[in-house]
Structure formats: structure tokens, C-alpha cells
């Protein structure tokens, strides 16, 4: 499989009124197409300084980061712009709907931008609300509809320009357990029957156990990975050895 994802040597020194602090020391990984990764740690470990360097929003201070390919720390932000609308999905844990769009719109945003033609928006939008079971709420605002339906069509937004990564944030953090289920098991589906490539960034054990590989960072360095056996249940345990591990298990939040 190919790699969509390879960050190499990545280092984030932040400084501030004359101090640095090194948040991120020397990160190698890599995403292969059709993977669907954790990035797990204690809170203050790097893992939203990853995050903002793989979504393109920050630079590291040094190392690089290729995404199918293109390497987007050498990017000016014309590029990047259209880099992260055509290449990359965002999830995120509080949805980042506009409000003052339907349902609809928002998820067809990224396709209008790109000037899609009116018909295929049509097309793409009946088949992926009919996948995410939203159809009935297309016309809707978000005020109007449930956190989890909130959440469907924020993946609906992220997916439907076919991204060669969708990254998510605590995609389940303002959710309730059951629509947190629902959530994680239809990225899992995403993962699964649409060979989407998925990194996943969460303090939650459980969200993490619906990922086949989860990388744990502490202190700005790569820690351990855990992989996916046949069951879930024991991946999760593993995932709880691990962070217990780690020290702090109350994490993020
Ligand atoms: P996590 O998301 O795993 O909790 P972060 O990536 O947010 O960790 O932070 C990693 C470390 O970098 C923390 O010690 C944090 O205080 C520090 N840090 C994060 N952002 C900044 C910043 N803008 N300036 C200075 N230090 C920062
Ligand atoms: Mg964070």
C-alpha cells in the first residue's frame, strides 16, 4: 500500500518571551492509504501541535511532512489553501457547521468552492446522507437537529470531496455515548467499505479502540504503537495497559 501520509525528523519549538519549549522532539511516521490511525497521549504531550502541523495550519520548525506525495511544508498559502480543501477532511469535536447554512449546504460547501457542477452536487449529497442516515434533516439548520446528526453530516462535509486524509479531532468529545458509537462506528464504516484514511487524534480510550492502529506520544516523542487484533474488546484493554503506562491517564480535557 502507499504511504498518503509521511512526517519525517518533525520538530515544534515554540518560543515565547525568550523561552522555548520543544513540544515536539523528532516524530517519523507514517499513514498508509486505507489506514485508520489513533494519535494518543497525556495531556502537554504535542498531540494538537502534531495535528496543526499534519492539517497544515502550523509549521514545524523543522522536518517534513508529505501528504500523497506533496510536501506541505513547502507550500506557499495559496497552495496550501487549496491543498487543504481538495487533499484533506476536517472533523471536528465541536462540528464547525455554519449555522446560518442547512444541513445540505454545509455538507455541499467544499464542493461548491471547487465549482462542482450542480447536478453531481445533487447526486453525491442524496447518496451520502442516504449512507449516514440524514436525509431527512438536509433542509434543517444545525440549531434544529441532534449533536450526532450534527456530527454525520460534519463527516458528510469532510468526505464528500473524496480527500486523500481525513483528520479528526475528538470527533466524539461533545457527544453522548450513544451517539458516540454511532459516530466512531461510522468512521470505522468509512475505514472499512470506502478504504477512507483516517487519523484520529482522542484522549478517549474507547474512541481510540475503533481505530486498527493507535500511536501513543509523550513528551513530544513516539512512545509505542498498538495494532488491532480481532476484537475490539481486547484492543481496548490494550489501549488502557498502555496509557496506564504512560502515568497520566486523566488526560486532554
Ligand atoms: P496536547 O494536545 O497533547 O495536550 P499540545 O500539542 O497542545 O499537547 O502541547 C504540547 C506542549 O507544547 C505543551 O507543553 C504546551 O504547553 C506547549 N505549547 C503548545 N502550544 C504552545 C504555544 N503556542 N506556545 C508555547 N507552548 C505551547
Ligand atoms: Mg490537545
Redesign the pocket.
Known sequence: MNNVLVAKNLKKV?A?KGVT?T?LHDINLEIKEGEFVGIM??????????LNIISTIDNPTSGNVTIGGDDITKMNEDKLSSFRRKKLGFVFQDYNLLNTLTIKENIVLPLALSKVGAKEIEHEVAKISDKFGISDTLNKYPYQVSGGQKQRAAIARAIITKPALVLADEPTGALDSKSSAEILQTLSDLNENDKATIMLVTHDAFAASYCKRILF?KD?VLFTELRKGNSRKEFFQKILDVLSTLGNTVT?I
Open positions: 515554540y515565547s519549549y513540544a497521549g497525556p495531556s502537554g504531550a504535542g498531540k494538537t501541535t502534531l506520544i513530544g486532554d
